[in-house]
């Protein structure tokens, strides 16, 4: 790893309901990565998530209502805006992001402005099947030729992002359905950022039931399409410049 220890470095944690994950996980990133600062962004939690994430040395954000992973992140963004921080990464709470694979995704912002820790990258053993993965092979399809770099996992959370993307997320970054992922890389691509991808392994959720069922691939895959289409009409949104 030569992710470089000399920038301010923000570790984002969106969090609804996760009092059973969440200590772990802030404990496992301080051990990985001591010099970075973690805040986890409670997402309007009904239970003893904030609690658990500031017992554990974290920095807690508290929204008064579920925003989704979108909302929490643009808020994450905000922080690491206002407090000056080099480059933010987002890591999920339920223990899925292995922090030891935190440098790994930071290194690809040397060469980029956009980081994302793909699962489908001849590394580890994570597998998808059916109309869910038909849907991420379509996404990962047109977002390559969009960014002009292969990419094979566009719908991953576990990604970074330096001053530049900081900004532009700032700027723009949805709380819809799959706009902090898909709409929030289109609007970062077509405003001239640049995206890259390093292999990561994704492990089993610690504790309670991954958000997304079978019973709702299809669904998945027509929801996906959807907003792929929105999100490459969409028109533009560039950071406003700032003025002394």
């Known amino acids: 790893m030569t992710a470089s220890t000399d920038q301010r470095t923000l570790v984002i944690v969106p969090a609804w309901n996760e009092q059973a994950n969440i200590a772990s996980t802030v404990r496992e990133i301080r051990s990985a990565t001591p010099d970075f600062d973690v805040v986890v962004i409670d997402d309007g939690s009904t239970d003893h998530t904030a609690r658990e994430a500031r017992d554990a ?30 480059r933010a990464i987002q890591v999920d709470a339920d223990g899925q992001h292995d922090p030891a694979d935190i440098l790994r995704v930071l290194d690809g912002l040397e060469e980029a402005d956009i980081s994302i820790g793909a699962r489908f990258a001849e590394r580890g053993e994570y597998t998808v099947r059916g109309p869910r993965r038909w849907a991420m092979v379509l996404l990962a399809f047109v ?21 530049r993307a900081i900004r532009q997320y ?14 929030s890389l289109v609007a970062a691509v077509h405003n001239g950022l640049t995206v890259t991808q390093v292999p990561v392994e994704m492990r089993q959720r610690r504790h309670g039931k991954p958000s997304q069922r079978p019973i709702g691939a299809m669904v998945y895959l027509f929801r996906s399409v959807f907003a792929l289409v929105f999100a490459v009409m969409r028109q533009p949104v560039a950071p406003r410049e700032e003025t002394l």
């Open 57 to 86: 040395g974290a920095t807690v954000l508290q929204l008064p209502f579920n925003l989704g992973v979108g909302g929490a992140m643009r808020t994450g963004f905000r922080y690491a805006e206002r407090h000056d921080y080099d």
């Open 170 to 183: 700032v700027a723009y970054y949805p709380a819809e359905y799959l706009g902090d992922t898909i709409d």
């Open 143 to 163: 977002l390559s030729r969009i960014a002009r770099t292969k990419l094979t996992d566009v719908t991953s959370g576990f990604r970074a992002a330096n001053r």
